[in-house]
């Protein structure tokens, strides 16, 4: 997807970018006294629902380890009380290639008329094509960062709801497919829609529902080690009060570190079709190292190096608990 460097605009450059100006303009104003909430994100249990997305290994599109993990993504919200859809359809790829994807929708309180969206996708990446070793290059991703960070945050945020009985809106859960079979960096070519095809496909294809859905939260790349999160220039475009409403709950959980005010890059990602093809007000939250010389998605982006051992359970604590400040505070 969007995390073809290629298509990134980095910070350096994000004052001359289309509307930076107004980005600038747009800054929130930290409320000091806005409250942080009581309930407390897991960061070791949503480590384990990572580590137990790996056990199948890459989630790679067409593979039997794809299909399982899938159906038990699907099976772990169920268990945790939510209603599952599973949205199938056959996309194609860049080269041609027919791709099985499941979209897997997870509905917590329905029958509420206002839902907040959060989403994540969680295939694999089929070439670690970033890896600094070339013979590397067409070994499929582990992705325990990119994808099952953001499905685990998702399962730990879903698991602690069950524990309230005064939340005001419903939520889903959205964990896009073949979002990851974006055109290889060995080709001479470039093609920002041959990321995100799940995305691209849920958007287009809504059923009617009977609540609102205000804004949505993309969750990418939310464990790495040292990962701080910047305004991605996209989210401040089509959704700057989300923007600002997630990242004052972030500075009111205690969070500041992680989620500086500040704007980083502009990507293409799972959020640009909910917002221009579904028309829902969506940010991405989604690690930005302007100091990386790899990539500014971090050293073990589109590497062999993207496992377990380089998931950090602070940066999934800082995101859960900026996710659960949003949510009790609606």
Not at 48 to 54: K, R, T
Request: net charge negative; hydrophobic share 40%; glycine share 6%.
């Amino acid at each position: 997807m969007r995390k073809n460097i290629i298509h990134i605009l980095m910070a350096l450059t994000a004052m001359t970018m289309l509307r930076g100006a107004s980005c600038q303009r747009e800054k929130p104003t930290i409320e000091e006294n806005e409250p942080a909430v009581e309930l407390q994100f897991n960061a070791d249990s949503a480590f384990a629902y990572c580590h137990a997305q790996c056990a199948f290994g890459p989630r790679t599109m067409n593979s039997e380890a794809h299909d399982r993990c899938g159906e038990w993504i699907a099976e772990t919200f169920r268990t945790l009380g939510c209603q599952v859809e599973m949205q199938q359809a056959a996309l194609t790829g860049y080269d041609g290639t027919m791709l099985r994807s499941t979209n897997i929708i997870a509905h917590y309180q329905p029958e509420k008329p206002r839902h907040i969206m959060l989403c994540a996708h969680w295939d694999s990446r089929p070439w670690a094509d970033n890896d600094p070793d070339s013979t590397n290059w067409t070994k499929p991703v582990m992705a325990a960062n990119d994808g099952a960070s953001g499905v685990a945050v998702m399962l730990e945020v879903a698991r602690l709801l069950q524990q309230l009985d005064t939340l005001q809106v419903g939520v889903d859960f959205v964990c896009f497919d073949a979002e990851d079979w974006g055109v290889p960096q060995w080709e001479s070519r470039s093609d920002p829609d041959s990321w995100a095809l799940g995305s691209q496909y849920w958007s287009t294809h809504q059923q009617p529902r009977k609540w609102e859905t205000s804004y949505g939260i993309l969750l990418d790349m939310v464990g790495g080690q040292g990962a701080q999160f910047y305004q991605e220039g996209m989210s401040r475009q089509y959704a700057p009060s989300v923007v600002d409403r997630v990242w004052r709950a972030a500075h009111a959980a205690g969070y500041s570190g992680y989620f500086p005010m500040a704007v980083g890059g502009s990507i293409t990602d799972d959020h640009l079709p909910v917002n221009e093809k579904a028309g829902i007000p969506t940010i991405d939250i989604i690690p930005y190292y302007p100091q990386c010389e790899a990539s500014s998605f971090g050293p073990t982006w589109h590497t062999v190096l993207d496992d377990l051992q380089h998931i950090d359970k602070n940066t999934l604590k800082a995101v859960g608990q900026t996710i659960i400040q949003v949510l009790l505070t609606e």
